[in-house]
């Protein structure tokens, strides 16, 4: 007999940060529209929301999780995984092929208007079901794994760890589990001080990074799974230890740490090993302190739980349906590059407010409802 387990209470100020830093991932994808000198000024490190995101996911699940395993199945598990992360990646893929062809006429996106359309429908069933795709499927022009809706990507790296962590890690102590974070550790120094210990690091354009994991090939899918191991362990291992960092006006002090590392310009100027220093230093003590803080402190008054609720539900949402406009927001920046500042300004903040409803709707009309329907036959069943 299946025995339905309810969700628990949530912690409202992770909720929060996870859309503050969804926020953030929005606003450095419109930023890089534009040259690099612009990139390096405003939003320059907001690719490590995708890092945050996996220390974030590798807390809840073991506060989720980790001692229900008794009164729960893995199948159960993983119906409770898919129910809560499919729907949206389902309607992420939707909202990409809506788009698709609305992003051409650029020669940054130079295969879109040649992509016959079973192609982008046969791209969206293999998103749909989470197969990755070479580059020689690209149909858009950059060569990545999920060409109709860039940030999937993460969604894979984020089922293999659910499946890691119901395969394997759920049965770790708490010190094997420490080692694999310590080794993990050490992978991540690899990446940012480019220590190139398996000869996989070929590229120049990221050295001293963690960007990159969104290509099908050797150099990436490292760096994706680097970029996975070490802050979802850690995240997990944070749990387990019950290390909390009980603190005023959390919520505040949190998000201003998330905004602070995530906005930070690029450091170094030529020196690129700098800011490798300064990424490496964010993953393996930032992302701990905060998500230590955000745990062990509470939001006080209605309004600000609301808020960080609010924030919780467009995360995801906003994070798997932006990108399609910032794809369609590229091109038309490529396409006036002349147009005034003010111009530029207005479209951006257009893309964001259409982003920010588009998510919302998503939320309300979609994805609680359809969560609502598997919880009550499927999950129940």
Not at 111 to 134: H, R, Y
Not at 290 to 310: D, E, M, N
Request: proline share 4%; aromatic share 16%.
């Amino acid at each position: 007999m299946n025995h339905y387990l309810e969700s628990k209470s949530r912690y409202e100020i992770l909720d929060g940060l996870r859309g503050v830093a969804a926020l953030v991932v929005v606003f450095y994808h419109l930023i890089e529209c534009y040259p690099a000198q612009y990139v390096g000024l405003f939003f320059a490190h907001g690719y490590l929301a995708v890092d945050f995101f996996f220390a974030l996911s590798g807390f809840v699940i073991g506060y989720a999780y980790d001692d229900r395993w008794n009164r729960m199945s893995m199948k159960d598990f993983f119906k409770r995984r898919i129910t809560r992360l499919h729907p949206m990646v389902i309607f992420g893929v939707l909202v990409g092929v809506c788009f698709f062809y609305y992003t051409g006429g650029t020669d940054l996106f130079n295969k879109v208007d040649g992509a016959a359309w079973w192609m982008v429908l046969v791209q969206a069933l293999l998103l749909m079901l989470m197969i990755p795709l070479p580059s020689s499927m690209d149909i858009r022009g950059w060569g990545e794994l999920t060409s109709i809706n860039g940030p999937i990507w993460t969604l894979m790296f984020e089922y293999v760890a659910n499946i890691f962590y119901a395969l394997v890690l759920r049965h770790l102590p708490k010190l094997a589990l420490g080692v694999l974070v310590a080794l993990s550790a050490i992978l991540t120094a690899d990446l940012t001080l480019r220590l190139n210990l398996f000869g996989l690091l070929v590229s120049e354009w990221n050295s001293y990074s963690v960007i990159g994991g969104f290509v099908f090939d050797a150099e990436h899918l490292y760096i994706g799974y680097v970029r996975l191991l070490y802050p979802f362990l850690m995240g997990l291992l944070l749990c387990r230890l019950g290390w909390r960092i009980r603190m005023q006006r959390g919520f505040l002090t949190t998000s201003l740490l998330v905004l602070a590392m995530l906005c930070v310009p690029t450091l170094g100027g030529g020196e690129k090993i700098v800011d490798g220093i300064y990424q490496l230093l964010c993953i393996l003590f930032m992302f701990p302190l905060i998500l230590a803080i955000g745990a062990g402190s509470t939001v006080k008054g209605s309004k600000s739980a609301s808020f960080c609720k609010f924030l919780g539900d467009i995360s995801f949402p906003l994070y798997i349906t932006h990108y399609p406009l910032i794809y369609m927001h590229t091109s038309w920046a490529q396409r006036y590059p002349d147009a005034p500042l003010g111009t530029h300004i207005m479209v951006g903040l257009g893309t964001l407010a259409i982003a920010l409803f588009i998510a919302w709707a998503a939320f309300k009309l979609y994805d609680e409802p359809v969560r609502e329907w598997l919880k009550e036959h499927w999950l129940k069943k």
